[in-house]
Structure formats: structure tokens, C-alpha cells
């Protein structure tokens, strides 16, 4: 048993390691996120059955999908905002499938979350999380945990006549998240922005901060609360579209008992 | 002035009992009557040179395959599908060949089957304008269409349901010495105004039952007839209209009202000579306006007259003496036959136990296919016995 | 008088649901004119080019001077009963179901004679005023009904039976966000329908306008997405037994022409406008299709809001004309699938919404929402197919029925 992936595998086996599932169901009635309705939408997951054991195919079941790479449980590339269009490597095929698997912090905002639909988070929060658990890491994967995840529906998204409102990073925030040069950012709601993010400067300033950068983004996660906020591993490999700006993926992380 | 119909004759009456129901075809109940036809005038299929069909069941068939169907080579050959009028068109058509020389001997023979979908089926695909224009509201059938006729015909008139029931109870009394009548019960007068109503107001004694069946006759010249010894008829005068009256907007008077001046103007007498009356019955109020029509009394009159007259074999005014279609039944085209077939006989004498005393003179007249909203066809015919 | 239509007790679970029948169906060529008319609530006969004779039954030369060009014209309306008669026995299965059954025959101030059925308030002698109908079977049907309406008139079941009226009966409006859906349903409850369901696509997006249906009456906001399967499978599963009409009111929009464009909104419309409608058709159709007999509140009709660009498109929204075009095909097939059921499906062609944003550049006219429920509602009452709503689809529909070339001409060739 000399082999560190040998080892991981008995202590899968034996439950002294777990896998969280941080992802949400791809159904039909996920949110997606809304823009100004001139603009192109994100396509919302549908299902179509091809058959059923059925007329249509006797011995088997199977669908076809539609949705966005932005649609659900996703992963943002580089390549998905403006400020990353010339990033090398910045598509889902292109990204080193190194950086799909490492370590992840969780910066705990349930709390202020459950106060304020626009609770923001702010470099005095990260620094007051640092000052417990340590500097965050170079390269490791920030999630911002809001348990935004257990609300459904129209709460969700929480549209009002003014656009959304749900969580976010200021843009010092992320400022000082890329000082710290994190590999990503993600959050439980449909966005790695605040809901009302258009209003920053930049506008968006976790796409546009992050992707400028080369980072990567991750959305609509769940199950945040089931994490340590240091010492768990995420794996997100996003789906190797030709050319993607993200996918619909599988989050897992793995933890010790 | 028309032609007479010197020198051709009528021969060979043939009824073939009527049944309901029958699995047989139209060709089976027209070979029938073909046959015994042949065999009164003791000929041979293959001898007959002319034949006239009427049928509505003979489908996907013409006539043209009852020809290969029965193994004749007929030099003449016609269909009549004036339905109720078929009887008399069919004669006079025959007539006039065999007077002209193009054919000797026209077997007319007119028959139908009946199944137990055959009157929805006939009905559905009867006419382009029923169809269209019948059919769709309420598909009473022609007991609707007869209804709508004698409603207008009460109100305009008068008549009451007491005397359509005259003819029909008449009518019964008559058919009880038919041996192959299809009703075979005494009708009387109160059963005939208690019994269901069809469509108001026409009740269930004012229609024909639908069955299977065929009659036939056989048209040859004179001299032929008297060398064989067959009884036969002559025929005194016809006529015959198609559409008549057009825009009257219901039918209370038929075809016959057209042309029935000269069809006593050819016979040479009015109707006072007359013996005895076939009238086309598919309802007593149809009879009634061929009372009227044919010149037996006026417009309007024929309750009057009605009330007034005996109508059974032995009264003084014989009308429908085997039963007519209300007691006989009505078996399709051969209806348009019944009449004239049973005519032959009474003025042949060989009429049985319908048989009028001295029957010389008989009127037959026709009326058939409703079209759209009344009947179109309508014809006539003086017959004589040979001595008349 | 007529009774008033009475409400519907509780269906007994264990009786058997009962197959609709219909009335004859075949027609010759010239007599399917007469559902033309009827599908678009005109009084019309063919009318002889030459001699101006009114041809009844309908055919194929002139009864007066056998002229052949005998083109379809409104006529007079009015006449007499010459005659009735109660139809007691019937081999037809329709008809026999519904013993005793009254027929005229009616003397057209027109012209012809004609076999009609007969309203029940009117008889031999009276003057009446024409109509043609659809009947169950589809096709186009004389009835005679009284020069007056009176009050329940609509109530009488021969005449019910030609309608797809919303009295007492309960109806699906599929998006309730739809410009018109609020006024639809408050004209369908004015109407006297018992209960309006409204479909609200993607609840997790909030709408503003959702609080005005709020407290209404005989009124449910279920979750309905046209675009998604399973919703429409859910739905239908809940209350597909109990939609006796249905309104399609989901309808996507964007401006653009074919070039210049992607196909990312084009691929939208087709979704919501035209597979939405065939979701829809295939989740409720069959159920709807299977109730057309189901008593008082039996299934009657499905409704779409077509926009009249489907005829022919405005170029500056191509696609979403071309969606329109093809959900109108499919709107076709469906009439015929529909056909032995009875089950009718009525079509209202619009213009531009007033107050649509999508729309707003175009000058007027446009139609209202109200004018939309008002037009839905009529052609529902009437049993029509074909219902034209606002001046714009008025417009369009006619020169589209006179000459489609020339319209398309006018539309893309410098018309002026």
C-alpha cells in the first residue's frame, strides 16, 4: 500500500475519505440566469425522449438535450467574457485538465446572505477568514458559500422590477482574490456576480476581473455547507467542447470523515 | 299526337316473393325473376334479345355485367333508374324498340337485395344533392323528406292523419288476399293513428317495409304472344316527366300534373273508364296527390275523395289491389315494378284473389328518387286487357 | 323559450366516458363551400356570375343558364318555414343518439329551398334567419334561427352542438404572462365559462402583472412551459381531463429579417410557436378529442392566437413569420386529425398588440387585448374556425384570400 492513489482509493473505500456531490439536478425547471430580453438568452435544459423501450426503439431509453454551456451546475472558461477573449488556452478543450482537480477553500457568508439578498462579499471578509484559517493559497479554488443553494423557484433568482438580487464579490473582492491568484471562483447562485452586478465598475466584476486573468468560474453549486472551509479537494472538470466558453458539469469534492 | 303503342304487347307478370333479409345479391332475385319469366314464355336465356334492368344494389355491376353474368347476348339493352317511376319508363322505352323492329322480345325486370346495413347504405350514397343536402340533418331518410312534404300538404289542405289511414287501412284489406304480401295482419284505422310515430307526422303505417325482391314482365310483338298463347296486355297511352315544376317550393303536386291531359287525350277516354288504380305508395300521401295529379278529383280534393270512395278490391274504386308497397313491401327499384306487374294480371285475369271483377282499364302510375327534397321522377300508364 | 343550460353535476367516475359520434361527413366538392362560409360565420351561396341565380344545393353549373362560374357571395339570410318534421328514427348513429331530431325546410328570401336543422324556437310559418355552421362532423350545416336572439338562445342543444360555447365549460390559457391573457380571461368568465386555468411558464422568473389575477374567481395558475415536454406531460396528467377548451396564447417574438441574422431567435420562435403548439396539440389533443360527448361541459375547442403574418410575413420579423406560417400548418393537420372527434380547432389572426414592446415601432393600428378576448370569445360562440381580430389582420387576411401573390408583392415589391 506504498501508493498515495492506492491509498486514496481504500480510504474512498472505507469512508475515511467522502465525496460531497455539489451539484444541482439538470431539470427543466432550474433557473437560468436572465438577460435584458433583446439580447440572447441562456437556454434553459429541456429533455426530449428519442424512445422508451417503445415503438421508437424497442430495447432502449434515451434523450436528447438542449440547454447553454451556462445552463445549470457550470463551469466558466476564460473565453466567456470579453476581458478573456485573447487568453491562451482560455477554452474548455484548451485548459489543462490539471487544473480540474485541487484544493478548495469556502469562505462561509451564509449568515449575512440570509439578512440581505445583496449581502456582497468584500476583501474585509476575506481577510477576517484569513486571519482564522490562514492566507488563502496560491492556485486553490474559492467558493463562496451563501446556502443560496436551498432556495428554489422564483426565490432563487429572486427577480424584482429593478433585475435580480442574490449575493456577490465586490471588485476589490476579487481584486484581492486574484492578488492572492487563486485557480477559481464559485458561488451557489446562477452567477459568479451579484445579482445586481451590472452596477459595479466594472460591470460584472467576477467575470470580468476573473476570466482578464485567465481564472475560472463556477455556478449554482450546492452543498457548500457540507464542506470544511480549508483542506477539501474539488474536482471540475468541465465537458471538452470544441471551442466552449463552459459546460454543464459534474462538481464533487472530496473530504475526510 | 303521339304515337300508339300498336302492335306490342305485355306478357309474363312475375312477382318473386319478397323476403326481409337476404344474404342473396340483386343478381340472384333479377335471375330469379328472369327465369320464371322465361319459363311462362318457354324461351331460353340465350333467345332473349332485348333486357331492361332497374336496381340500385347491383354494385360495382351495370347491367352490361349482368349480360356475361347470366350468359345473353341481348341487341338491346337498357337501364332505368327513374326508381319508383321505373316500371312504366322502362315499358315504354321497350315499347317503342320492339314497335321500331330493333329488338323482338325486352325482358324488363327490375330487383333488389336487401341487407341488414343495405338502407344506410343505399341511403348515404343515393344522390349527390341528399348527400349534400339531405342527409346531414337529422338522416331521417325519405320518411323525413315525405314528412316535411305531407306537413306542408296537411296545412295547405286540410287532409287529415284519419285520411292517409284511409288508404293505408285500404290498402291492408287488400294485401290479406296477396299470398306473397309481406304483412299478413288486419290494419285498422285506430292502429294506424295510435301506432309510433317515424317523423311526424308520417307514423309507422305510413311506411314501406325495405326488403329483397324482383318482379318482372316481358314486352313482344302481338302476333308473337298470340303464337305462343300468352294472356297479354296492351298499352293505351303513358307519359313520363323528370324535374317537374321546379320552383314550386314544395312538392304538393308531381309530374303527373304536367302531362296528364295527354295521357287521357291518348287513350281517348277521361278517367271515368278506368277499372283500377296502382298508385306509387312509398306514402299514403303521395297516393293521395296522384288521386289529385292524375285527374280523379282536384288540386286539394284527394281527402275529399278519399272519405268518399271505396279503395279495396271489391269497392267502387279498386286502388293498389295486391297491397301496394305499404302491404306487399318495398323491395328497391322493383317497387317502380309492383304496380304495372300486378295491372298485367288484373286486366289479364289472372289476378287470383286481388282480382278485380272485369278489370279491362288499369292506370299505373310511378313516382321515385328523391333527390334532394321531392321526388323527380314520375310516370304513367293506361293498361288493357287484350279485349278492352 | 330556451332553457337556460344547466349546470353539469359531478361526473360519475364509473360510468364509461361516450365516444363522440359524428354527423355524416362526405361532401361533394362544390357542397364543402358551404364550410368554407360557415368556418368563418358568413351567410354565403354560390351566386351565378351571369344570370345572379342563387344555387342551392350547391353545384357544379348554374340551374338557370348552366353557366359554370358560380362564385360564393354573402346572401340574404332571411326566409320562411314551409314545412317541419321531428326525425324520430334515424339509422345514423349521430342522429340516433339524439332522438327526436326537428327538420325544416325553409324558403330563402334568396331564392332556393332549403332542408335545414331548426332552432327550437322556431317552427312551420315562421320567419327565421339563416345560419351556417359548422356541425360535429366539421362541415357546413344550415340552421334556422329566430330573427330576435333571445336570451338563451345559445342554450338550445342543437344549436350548442354547433359552438364551441364557453358557457359552463373550463378552459386552459397557456401563458398567462401573454398580453391578452388577463383580458381573455375575464371575457371567458363574462361568458360564463367555470373556470379558467392560466399556464405560467418559468415561475422562478417574477412578473409584476401576475398580482392582477390574484383573488379571481374560478381562476388556478398552474405551471405550464410550452417549450418543455415534461411540463406539458404534468400538466396534462393533472388536468387534461378537464379542459374543454384550449387557448394557446404562448408566443415568442423578436424583430429581424433572414439575412443579417443568426438563427438563435429563430430557433426560439419555432420552440415556442410552432413545437410549443405541437407539445400541446399531442399532451392535450387526445383526452380533449375523446371528450367531445362529455355531456354539458364536454371538450369543444382548441384556440390559437395566430399572428396573420403566418399569411404572409412582415419581412422586418421573418422569422418570426416563418414560425407563424408554420404553426398554421400544423393547426391544419390537426383539423384533420380532429375530424371524426368533432373537436374544432379555431384559429384568431392578429396584428401587432398594442403595448407589445416587440412591436412598438410600428405605427397603428394594433389590436387590444380586449379586442382579442372579445374576437375569441365570438368565435368560440359562433363554432368558427377562421376569426379575424383588428384591422390589420383583417386587412391582410382579405387580400391574402383574394390574391397571395399580389400580397406578397405589395408587401415586398414596392407596393405603395
Known sequence: MSNIIEALAGALASSAARIVDLTHTLDPDFPVIVLPPEFGQCARFRMEEVSAYDHRGPAWKWHNLTMNEHTGTHFDAPSHWVSGKDVPNGAVDEIDPSVFIGPVVVIDCSKGAAQNDDYELTPEIIEDWEAQHGLIPADVWVLMRTDWSKKSGADYLNMAKDGPHSPGPTPAAIELLLKRNIRGFGTETVGTDAGQGAHYMPPYPAHYLLHGAGKFGLQCLRNLDLLPPTGALLIAPPLKIKGGTGSPLRVLALVTA | ?388 | MTQSLPFPPKRNPQKPTQVPTVPPMVRSRAALGLGVMAAQGRFGLQVCAQCQAVQYPPRDACLKCLNDDLPWQDVDPTGRVLAETTIRVSPEPYFRERMPWRMGSVKLNAGPVVNCHLHGEVGRGDMVRMALKLDKAGQGVLIALQLEGSENMQDDPVLRAMSCDPKRRRVLITDARAPMALALTQALLNAGAAHVFLGEPEAWRRWPERAAYAGMENVSIVPLDVTDVSSITKLSAEIGGKVDILVNTASFTRPGGVMGNDTTFARDAFEVNTLGLMRLAQGFGPAMASRVQDGVNSAAAFVNILSVHGLMPDPAYSAFGASQAAARSITQSLRSEFRGSGLRVINVYIGAIEGDPWFSTLPPPKVTPNAIARATVQGLVGGLEEVTCGDIAKDIYARWQNDAGLLEREITGGGS
Not at chain 2, 273 to 278: G, M, R
Not at chain 2, 287 to 316: N, P, W, Y
Open chain 2, 1 to 388: 299526337m303521339r304515337r300508339s303503342y300498336e302492335g306490342v304487347v305485355l306478357t309474363a307478370p312475375v312477382s318473386v316473393p319478397y323476403v326481409r333479409y337476404t344474404n342473396e345479391t340483386a343478381h340472384w332475385w333479377i335471375a330469379k325473376a328472369l327465369r320464371e319469366a322465361l319459363a311462362i314464355i318457354r324461351m331460353t336465356p340465350q333467345e332473349i334479345d332485348g333486357l331492361s334492368v332497374s336496381s340500385f344494389t347491383l354494385a360495382p355491376d351495370t347491367p352490361v355485367g349482368l349480360t356475361q353474368h347470366f350468359g345473353i347476348s341481348p341487341r338491346w339493352l337498357d337501364t332505368v333508374p327513374t326508381g319508383g317511376a321505373c316500371g312504366v319508363a322502362a315499358m315504354r322505352r321497350a315499347a317503342r324498340a320492339v314497335q321500331a323492329g330493333d329488338v323482338d322480345v325486352v325482358a324488363c325486370v327490375s330487383g333488389d337485395t336487401n341487407r341488414i346495413d343495405s338502407f344506410r347504405n343505399l341511403l348515404s350514397a343515393f344522390s349527390r344533392f341528399s348527400m349534400d343536402a339531405t342527409f346531414p340533418y337529422g338522416f331521417g331518410g325519405p320518411n323525413a323528406s315525405f314528412a316535411l312534404l305531407q306537413d306542408a300538404y296537411m296545412q295547405e289542405f286540410g287532409a287529415t292523419r284519419e285520411d292517409f289511414g284511409h288508404i293505408a287501412v285500404a290498402q291492408r284489406a287488400n294485401a290479406l288476399h296477396c299470398p306473397h304480401a309481406m304483412m299478413k295482419k288486419p290494419l285498422t284505422l285506430d292502429q294506424y293513428m295510435d301506432a309510433r310515430m317515424i317523423s311526424d307526422p308520417i307514423g309507422l303505417f305510413d311506411c314501406v317495409m325495405s326488403c329483397a325482391g324482383a318482379e318482372a314482365f316481358v314486352m313482344m310483338r302481338e302476333d308473337m304472344a298470340i303464337a305462343k298463347g300468352l294472356p297479354f296486355a296492351r298499352i293505351a297511352s303513358t307519359i313520363e316527366r323528370t324535374n317537374a315544376f321546379p320552383d314550386d317550393p314544395i312538392q304538393l303536386r308531381g309530374g303527373w300534373a304536367v302531362d296528364i291531359d295527354d295521357l287521357w287525350a291518348m287513350a281517348g277516354h277521361g278517367p271515368e273508364a278506368i277499372d283500377l288504380l296502382q298508385t306509387y305508395d312509398d306514402y299514403p300521401v303521395i297516393s293521395m296527390m296522384q288521386f289529385e295529379d292524375l285527374g280523379f278529383c282536384g288540386k286539394g280534393e284527394g281527402a275529399e275523395f278519399v272519405r268518399k270512395h271505396d279503395l279495396t278490391i271489391g269497392g267502387d274504386f279498386p286502388h293498389n289491389t295486391s297491397g301496394g308497397q305499404l302491404s306487399v313491401g318495398q323491395a328497391g327499384a322493383a317497387g317502380g315494378y309492383l304496380g304495372l306487374v300486378e295491372a298485367i294480371r288484373q286486366v289479364t285475369a289472372q289476378a287470383g284473389g286481388t282480382q278485380v271483377e272485369n278489370a279491362r282499364r288499369a292506370l299505373v302510375s310511378g313516382f321515385g328518387v328523391i333527390n334532394y327534397d321531392r321526388g323527380l321522377c314520375s310516370s304513367a300508364a293506361i293498361i288493357t286487357g287484350a279485349n278492352a
